[in-house]
């Protein structure tokens, strides 16, 4: 089992940068499949962004490019790197791990990005 804690967000404007982390507890974060999801207010969980256990990394195509995904198999953690925010990217974010021996999904609590205009 796996305990996930996300922070980094916060307020920002409009064409600014944040860096999400997501911490795992527990053992053998190098056998998860890490991503990144994201709500915001009145619409459904989407897809931001997935790291898999090699390293290989997708992103949602809606990005154009603007945030990248990380790992750090050292530090237990996956970041999640935005650039050129856009109000549109406001939402809470979530890390999510996915068991590859189980495919046991486990999520942490979310954390808040809000960009202003």
């Known amino acids: 089992q796996v305990q996930l804690v996300e922070s980094g967000g916060g307020l920002v404007q409009a064409g600014g940068s944040l860096r999400l982390s997501c911490v795992a507890s527990?053992?053998?974060?190098?056998?998860?499949?890490m991503g990144w999801y994201r709500q915001a207010p009145g619409k459904q969980r989407e897809l931001v962004a997935t790291?898999?256990?090699?390293?290989?990394?997708k992103h949602a195509d809606s990005l154009e490019g603007r945030f990248t995904i990380s790992r750090d198999n050292a530090k237990n953690t996956v970041y999640l790197h935005m650039n050129y925010l856009k109000p549109e990217d406001t939402a809470v974010y979530y890390c999510?791990?996915?068991?590859?021996?189980?495919?046991?999904?486990?999520w942490g609590q979310g954390t808040q990005v809000t960009v202003s205009s």
């Open positions: 527990g053992s053998n974060f190098g056998s998860y499949q």
């Open positions: 999510k791990a996915v068991s590859a021996a189980s495919a046991a999904e486990y």
């Open positions: 790291v898999s256990r090699y390293g290989i990394s």
